[in-house]
């Protein structure tokens, strides 16, 4: 099957700092790949579909300029947490679609202190 | 409105007792469902799609669009079924919607 990574696995920062995660897709080429938000006990919240050489589109409720996509490469999204706060503690999970199977990183766990 | 309902957040049996999580669907289109799967300090995993219509780990699921449900079935759970189970909606505008999950925990 497909593999997706991510990195880091969790990462912890001070508020208003800027945190990036990035999301590689090892032994394919995508050029869609989704940002999911899961927080503790509850599902799987897509936050924002990243696309290769374009704006990604973000999910209603989602800021954009809190949530920087970048999906520079066939291989590589990232999402950067700009001026993070306690708040956006979480975990961001990516993930992408190969013939119609969705095929998840292990997820970044994000803590602002 | 597009919506996936798992209206059970936990649910507990015993070792080789039947086990049946609840999926119900809204989608006006022509569903595409999916049972997702993460076992303890792994990554979420595909368990079984209903265009397969195959039995992975013993579980099956079936689509019945005059419930509008997709519920996933296992005869005889074992220990190493506990997990977490999603079910998820893939639209037809590449999105994929998610339950809110099941976390299955099987008792020796």
């Known amino acids: 099957g497909a593999v997706v990574s991510q990195h880091p696995s969790w990462v912890i920062c001070k508020s208003g700092t800027s945190v990036k995660i990035e999301c590689r897709s090892l032994d394919f080429q995508a050029t869609t790949m989704f940002w999911y938000r899961q927080f503790p006990k509850q599902s799987l919240m897509l936050m924002a579909t990243?696309?290769?050489?374009?704006?990604?589109?973000?999910e209603q409720g989602v800021e954009k300029d809190k949530f920087l996509i970048n999906h520079a490469s066939l291989t590589l999204s990232t999402l950067t947490v700009t001026s993070a706060h306690p708040e956006d503690s979480s975990f961001y999970i990516c993930s992408a679609r190969v013939t119609g199977e969705l095929f998840f990183g292990e997820g970044s766990r994000l803590t602002v202190l | 409105a597009q919506r996936v309902t798992q209206p059970e957040k936990l649910l507990s049996v015993f070792k080789g007792a039947p086990v049946e999580l609840k999926c119900n669907y809204s989608y006006s289109g022509s569903p595409e469902l999916f049972w997702y799967v993460q076992y303890s300090r792994q990554r979420l995993q595909l368990l079984l799609r209903?265009?397969s219509r195959e039995s992975i780990k013993g579980f099956t699921a079936d689509l019945n669009k005059g419930e509008t449900s997709f519920h996933l079935k296992k005869p005889f759970a074992q220990e190493e079924d506990s997990a977490m189970y999603y079910c998820?909606?893939?639209?037809?505008?590449?999105?994929?919607?998610f339950g809110a999950g099941t976390r299955l925990f099987v008792k020796a």
């Open positions: 998820a909606l893939h639209t037809g505008g590449f999105k994929t919607i």
């Open positions: 990243s696309n290769e050489g374009s704006k990604a589109t973000y």
């Open positions: 209903h265009i």
